[in-house]
């Protein structure tokens, strides 16, 4: 069945750091793929989106692009700030439904 | 807009005792609410999903009788805990689609808490 895979935290980083969090996805077809983030004690929030292949999705100067070779929609940001420390969630959409990766917890250190 | 409201945001209660919680789209048709839940530290593990009028589809190893789930509005679902135990506390996360609004949109989820 479908699974989506991201890498395994946590992940600690000074303010200012770049930033990458891995994804992988397994689908039959051309799912749609999203990043998530929930901030502690809160709801998930859609942090960004693509459709389709070659499709970058960016939001808050994190983006990610759907790469249909290598089944992979990393997450990236150029220079990381403390209020990023949060919860991300890489996820795919089958028919309505949402598949979540395991989540990586993300520590900013000022 | 598309915003989804859960109420309540933190329940604390007794053994034995039913918890009812609420799940609104404040601003669209919501035909499609899924529940999930989150152990601390671990991904979200959609519970069921619930169609405006009929009846909702648990996931596999999910007691549709512990875990009442009423859509009977294209505006709000309930999920009722019934007769909660210590081992049911944890973070319910409500989510909602409807016509245009993909993906689904999240509640701020409830914390519940077995005593």
């Known amino acids: 069945g479908d699974s989506v895979t991201q890498m395994e935290g946590p992940v600690t980083l000074s303010e200012e750091a770049f930033l990458t969090i891995n994804c992988t996805y397994t689908?039959?077809?051309?799912?749609?793929l999203f990043w998530y983030v929930q901030y502690p004690g809160e709801g998930l929030q859609l942090l960004l989106k693509a459709t389709k292949a070659d499709d970058k999705g960016s939001n808050k100067g994190f983006e990610a692009t759907y790469r249909k070779e290598t089944t992979s929609f990393h997450l990236e940001k150029g220079s990381v700030q403390v209020s990023d420390s949060a919860v991300y969630f890489c996820a795919l959409n089958r028919d309505d439904k949402i598949i979540f990766g395991k989540g990586t917890r993300l520590h900013i250190l000022p | 807009g598309a915003v989804v409201s859960q109420h309540p945001s933190r329940v604390i209660c007794k053994s034995g005792t039913s918890v009812k919680i609420e799940c609104r789209s404040l601003?669209?048709?919501?035909?499609?609410m899924f529940w999930y839940r989150q152990f601390p530290k671990q991904s979200l593990m959609l519970m069921a999903t619930?169609?405006?009028?009929?009846?909702?589809?648990?996931e596999q190893g999910v007691e549709k009788d512990k875990f009442l789930i009423n859509h009977a509005s294209l505006t709000l679902s309930t999920l009722t805990v019934t007769s909660a135990h210590p081992e049911d506390s944890s973070f319910y996360i409500c989510?909602?689609?409807?016509?245009?609004?993909?993906?689904?949109?999240f509640g701020d989820g409830t914390r519940l808490s077995i005593l």
């Open positions: 619930s169609n405006e009028g009929s009846k909702a589809t648990y």
């Open positions: 601003d669209f048709q919501a035909t499609t």
């Open positions: 989510s909602a689609s409807g016509q245009g609004i993909q993906p689904q949109h």
């Open positions: 689908a039959t077809g051309y799912p749609s």
